[in-house]
């Protein structure tokens, strides 16, 4: 046996704690998985939340140029949290789920702020026809958006 107060059982004991605190470390983050979804989940809810606000209220004012920016933001954001959702691994069986549904919800977000920004350079160009029907295909992948996101949340609460 060796003596704690020798270099080798001073060595021994830090790679004794430096094991057992990465086994602790490991056990933990196993059920934080779903914990990290749910904040990452929060994150960018609130992210895209206040990016559809700013194309609401530009689109409400009539600047469609505003709107356009905000559009082709939201759709930035919303691939960014498609990205980081896609990054995540959950640890159960709903989490897994909400992950699925959470990809599908802000991929249907970036095709909805597409078509907003589209609807945008249509009503710039004067083309008002266009930029309804747009508008309209924006906010149906944006509702559908919704309804998989709040399924999402639920599952991972």
Do not use: C, E
Not at 57 to 80: G, I, N
Not at 109 to 137: D, F, H, M, V
């Amino acid at each position: 046996m060796t003596d704690i107060h020798t270099p080798r059982g001073v060595r021994t004991l830090y790679l004794t704690l430096a094991l057992l605190s990465g086994a602790l470390v490991l056990s933990l983050s196993a059920g934080a998985s779903n914990t990290t979804l749910r904040a990452s989940l929060d994150k960018w809810s609130r992210t895209i939340g206040a990016d559809a606000h700013s194309i609401s209220l530009a689109a409400t004012r009539r600047h469609p140029r505003r709107m356009t920016y905000s559009s082709v933001r939201f759709r930035r954001d919303a691939l960014r949290a498609r990205a980081a959702i896609a990054a995540q691994h959950p640890s159960n069986a709903k989490g897994q789920k909400a992950r699925k549904l959470a990809l599908t919800a802000f991929a249907d977000y970036a095709a909805a702020g597409s078509r907003w920004a589209a609807s945008g350079r249509a009503r710039l160009a004067k083309q008002r026809t266009l930029a309804g029907r747009n508008a309209a295909a924006a906010a149906t992948f944006a509702r559908a958006g919704n309804g998989l996101l709040l399924v999402a949340s639920r599952l991972v609460r």
